[in-house]
């Protein structure tokens, strides 16, 4: 059994990464009430370390490919577990927004690690094995990180999502400094510093351009100023790119037609399945009174869809044109949101929720194990680790980008829903104190009306933002139907693809295969 310790130490951190994404999401009513942050800071919670990632994974392939993936792997470790902890012990919104980026830079490094440690570890059929394994845990990640970090915050409390990283943290070291041999590409050249700077600016600019446009609109000097800044900023980046002899992203990789539509599918999937869910979990827990544990069996069906479809139908889909698996699963991603803005009104509970998220579930267990695939087919065999690389950039900005439109979409959404009357309570609304505004409103009639203008707008609000997200899943899949010729067909060997995990890292061998 000694020969699969190496998968052991991969699987773990992995399992950590995928899960400190979906662990977050029903803990945010807690952290609200505890640190007293408002709406736009419960966004920040949950897109900087998206943006993070997606900001620095390029760059962390290669400088992995440099001076060595073991290395850059046990730093990443080391850096998420302080952060983890950083995290559990925040005094303030402030506070944990910081660790939280810090902890996606530590997330960045151990993702853009994994795939290339694995091929460097197993040849042959072992190889399949282990991508296959890495793939189910990191499926399985994805459905249970909400069951347990719902456990954590009912019985611990939020902060303990963060505090039980450091044992994970210490056992995947402890495997990888065992069993886990150090590899480094001898060709790799140096790192691009000016792009990584330009790309971090332009995606912050522009999310922060979104998340504050529900407060500011879309026509005051501070949305405009920040939007120009990253407009401004990737600008540079392609100016940069264009000139580098050593680019993080080879512009010319977007010659290819179907690699211009992996790219956007690759965003549209992340923002339209998973944007959402964090203000559907808002919804449960504070103006349905739903436990973190109850709403994270809520969110189940999708993830579990997704894994079940992606591992099963996976084998059956491989001879299909990427087109159809790719165009086919973002269109039932669309038709998934619209069902769910068509059932849901006010007064509906969670059960409304439930045959979309199955839909958007299928839908992501279609389309993502063909998107790795199809990049690498796009391009050159000796672009592809930097193919694999720039879909999963795509994925991570995308669920960043979704988190901050669908925001600005579901705030507005609550405003009209309250009315004139009531355009006050949008941001308590917003932020989970609809339990405390009906725990404080007296009883009798005024109750009965306040809990009725709050099932309003949260309505209003969700309804408006499955839309959008319907929107993007469709814009997603006509993007794949118009551009994208003929598809490749995965292999029995490729490793498995799950939710949140699209593609090789950049500088990985499995990338090149």
Same mark, same amino acid.
């Given at each position: 059994m000694r020969k699969w310790l190496p998968l052991t130490a991969v699987g773990l951190g992995a399992f950590m990464l995928l899960v400190d994404v979906t662990i977050v999401t029903v803990a945010l009513p807690g952290m609200a009430a505890d640190l007293r942050t408002d709406f736009a800071g419960l966004q920040w919670v949950m897109d900087v370390y998206a943006l993070a990632l997606a900001a620095l994974l390029l760059g962390a392939g290669s400088l992995a490919d440099r001076i060595g993936r073991r290395r850059v792997y046990l730093g990443g470790l080391a850096l998420f577990a302080a952060a983890s902890l950083a995290c559990g012990l925040a005094t303030g919104p402030g506070e944990l927004i910081a660790f939280r980026a810090v902890q996606g830079i530590g997330g960045a490094a151990m993702f853009a690690t994994t795939m290339a440690l694995l091929s460097g570890a197993y040849q042959g059929r072992d190889r399949g094995i282990a991508f296959g394994v890495w793939g189910a845990v990191n499926g399985a990640a994805a459905a249970a990180g909400p069951i347990i970090g719902g456990l954590l915050t009912d019985h611990f409390g939020w902060r303990w999502i963060?505090?039980?990283?450091?044992?994970?943290?210490?056992?995947a070291v402890y495997v990888t400094l065992k069993a886990v041999a150090e590899s480094r590409d001898p060709h790799a050249k140096g790192l691009d510093?000016?792009?990584?700077?330009a790309f971090t600016t332009g995606a912050g600019a522009v999310t922060y351009a979104m998340i504050r446009v529900g407060e500011n609109g879309w026509s005051s000097p501070t949305t405009l100023g920040l939007l120009g800044l990253g407009g401004a900023a990737f600008a540079a980046f !392609?100016? /940069?790119?264009?000139?580098?002899?050593?680019?993080?992203?080879d512009l010319s990789l977007f010659r290819s037609r179907t690699f211009v539509a992996v790219m956007a599918a690759g965003l549209l999937l992340s923002g339209a399945a998973f944007s959402y869910l964090m203000y559907v979990s808002l919804w449960l827990q504070s103006a349905e009174g739903m436990s973190p544990v109850g709403t994270g069996l809520v969110l189940v069906p999708m993830s579990a869809a997704a894994f079940l479809v992606s591992a099963v139908a996976g084998r059956l889909l491989h001879a299909m044109p990427a087109r159809l698996t790719i165009g086919g699963g973002l269109l039932l991603i669309g038709v998934g949101a619209l069902l769910q803005a068509w059932m849901l009104d006010a007064g509906d509970g969670w059960s409304a929720m439930v045959p979309g998220l199955l839909?958007?579930? !299928?839908? /992501?267990?279609?389309?993502t194990p063909a998107l790795a695939a199809t990049a690498m087919e796009a391009v050159a065999p000796a672009r592809a680790g930097m193919a694999g690389g720039a879909l999963n950039t795509a994925r991570q900005l995308g669920t960043a980008l979704g988190i901050a439109v669908l925001g600005a979409v579901f705030h507005a959404g609550l405003?009209?829903?309250?009315?004139?009357g009531g355009r006050g309570l949008s941001e308590p609304l917003a932020s989970g104190g609809a339990g405390r505004l009906l725990a404080g409103a007296p009883a009798g009639a005024a109750r009965e009306t306040l809990n009725a203008l709050v099932d309003s707008a949260f309505a209003s609000g969700l309804r408006e933002t499955f839309l959008v997200s319907a929107a993007m899943g469709?814009?997603?899949a006509l993007a794949v139907f118009l551009?994208?010729?003929?598809?490749?067909?995965p292999g029995p060997g490729a490793p498995a693809a799950v939710p949140g995990q699209a593609a090789p890292a950049a500088g990985s061998p499995a990338a090149r295969r």
């Open positions: 963060f505090f039980i990283n450091l044992p994970v943290c210490a056992l510093l000016p792009g990584m700077a !392609v100016l /940069v790119e264009l000139r580098s002899s050593r680019p993080m992203l839909v958007t579930g !299928v839908g /992501v267990g279609v389309a405003r009209d829903g309250l009315g004139e469709l814009a997603g551009l994208v010729r003929t598809g490749p067909r």
